[in-house]
Nanobody, 126 residues
C-alpha cells in the first residue's frame, strides 16, 4: 500500500527556514519521480519542485534559489529545504508520487501525480 506522510511544517518569520520531510512506504521512492506541491487558501494546488529517479531537479520559478528538493533513498524519504521564506509561501504543502515523469516544468503539473500525502501546514508571518 502506497503511503506518503509529510512532516516538518510550522510557523516561521519571514526570512526563516523550514525543512519538510515526506516518508514514503509501500514502494521504493528512488524508482519514481517525486514532487512537492502547495495549496494556499482559495488557491489552486501548484507544483513547487520535482526530483526524477535519476536525481534531476525542477523548480517553479518563484521558488528557484530558495527551495531545495532532495531525497534519501536509504530512508525512503523526500525532503524540501525552504529558505528565505516569504508570507506568500504560506500554504499546505503536499508530497506526491508521479505516474509519469515528463521533463522540464511539465513535471510540476499535478495531472501526472497519482499518489498524495495528507499535507503539512507552513505559515510565514511576523
Amino acid at each position: 500500500q502506497v503511503q506518503l506522510v509529510e512532516s516538518g511544517g510550522g510557523s516561521v518569520q519571514p526570512g526563516g527556514s523550514l525543512r519538510l520531510s515526506c516518508a514514503a512506504s509501500g514502494f521504493p521512492s528512488s524508482r519514481y519521480c517525486m514532487g512537492w506541491f502547495r495549496q494556499g487558501p482559495g488557491m489552486e494546488r501548484e507544483g513547487v519542485a520535482q526530483v526524477s529517479s535519476s536525481g534531476v531537479t525542477t523548480y517553479a520559478d518563484s521558488m528557484k534559489g530558495r527551495f531545495t528538493i532532495s531525497r534519501d533513498n536509504a530512508k525512503n524519504t523526500l525532503y524540501l529545504q525552504m529558505d528565505s521564506l516569504k508570507p506568500e509561501d504560506s500554504a499546505m504543502y503536499y508530497c506526491a508520487r508521479a505516474a509519469l515523469c515528463p521533463a522540464g516544468h511539465a513535471g510540476l503539473w499535478r495531472r501526472f501525480y497519482n499518489y498524495w500525502g495528507q499535507g503539512t501546514q507552513v505559515s510565514v508571518s511576523s
